[in-house]
């Protein structure tokens, strides 16, 4: 989220039947197809400060600890996506304390200057935002305690505020968690805290992700955006129009290749399976994991917490 409106989340409760996702549900890694491979290592293990976990010929997973958060595919010989295409609008990366935050920030801001384009107070969280080298956008957070957030009427309050960035590392950026930047070494925990995708248009982004997928709403701003989740959080996932309204299904090119969620278990696999089986939505399903195309041919990608570990 990175507008200057007021938003209102809605929360329901729901059954364990009720043809949404579980309140455990979470996102797991975002592929990314890359075409300088080795430089977009550099930008997310030396500039976000995330860990290399593993580099095997075409394909670098890069993330913290045994987490991965970004998957970088090699594919040189796709093109850029138009700017107005369906695709990515940015891949959210959650920390688990400002220090950690504000230690990846300083970390991208000394190495690449040139890549910031904005920061945010929305009230539930603490946004910077970014531009990787390749076009796709980076969203730095934190998100502070659901205890404060601010609830009427079963209704919480999101907004877009300025955030002075040189204010925040102040603030927040201890000589520790400096010196470990400067290293190149990662402060604390990370995950994929949500993805934003830009989308054609915003009814049919609400039947797949809410009627089909399972998602709940929790914001819209009229017909430009969705902001859906699963257990009250304030969104695991957007989609907007802002750059690509009226976009049709997207061609194979650099950018996006899948976008990971995590449901708790096998029994929660097997009814998303029959749920979108019942809807008609094509899946492809190896047994660990269920895949299948938005209508913008955006791979969606779900498996099951406990065959993996997590």
Do not use: C
Not at 31 to 43: A, K
Not at 186 to 209: P, Q, T
Not at 211 to 240: C, I, K, P, Q
Request: glycine share 12%.
């Amino acid at each position: 989220m990175a507008h200057g409106l007021l938003l209102v989340v809605t929360t329901t409760n729901k059954s364990p039947h009720s043809g949404l996702l579980a309140a455990d549900t979470g996102m797991g890694a975002v592929t990314l197809r890359v075409g300088d491979l080795d430089g977009m290592i550099r930008y997310y293990r030396d500039g976000v400060t995330l860990e290399l976990l593993r580099h095997d010929g075409p394909v670098a997973v890069l993330g913290r600890g045994t987490t991965p958060v970004v998957i970088l595919e090699h594919t040189p010989d796709l093109r850029h996506a138009s700017p107005r295409d369906a695709g990515l609008y940015h891949t959210a990366i959650l920390f688990d304390s400002r220090e950690a935050l504000a230690a990846a920030i300083y970390s991208v801001a000394s190495r690449y200057p040139g890549t910031f384009t904005g920061s945010a107070d929305h009230l539930v969280s603490e946004a910077f935002y970014f531009t990787d080298p390749e076009g796709n956008g980076v969203e730095l957070y934190f998100d502070r305690d659901r205890s404060t957030w601010s609830w009427t009427h079963g209704q919480i309050e999101m907004a877009t505020i300025f955030l002075d960035p040189n204010a925040y590392l102040r603030d927040h950026l201890t000589e520790g968690a400096a010196d470990a930047a400067a290293a190149g070494v990662g402060v604390g925990d990370a995950v994929v805290g949500h993805v934003h995708l830009s989308v054609g248009d915003i009814a049919s982004a609400r039947e797949f992700y809410v009627d089909r997928l399972g998602f709940e709403t929790t914001a819209s701003l009229g017909g430009s955006a969705l902001f859906v989740s699963a257990g009250g959080y304030h969104h695991h996932m957007a989609m907007n129009t802002w750059n690509s309204a009226g976009a049709g299904r997207r061609r194979l090119a650099l950018g996006l290749g899948k976008v990971e969620i995590v449901v708790p278990g096998s029994d929660d696999l097997g009814e998303l399976g029959e749920r979108m089986s019942h809807h008609g939505v094509a899946t492809r399903d190896d047994g660990r994991t269920l895949a299948f195309d938005d209508p913008w041919s955006n791979v969606v990608e779900v498996r099951a917490a406990e065959a993996s570990g997590d």
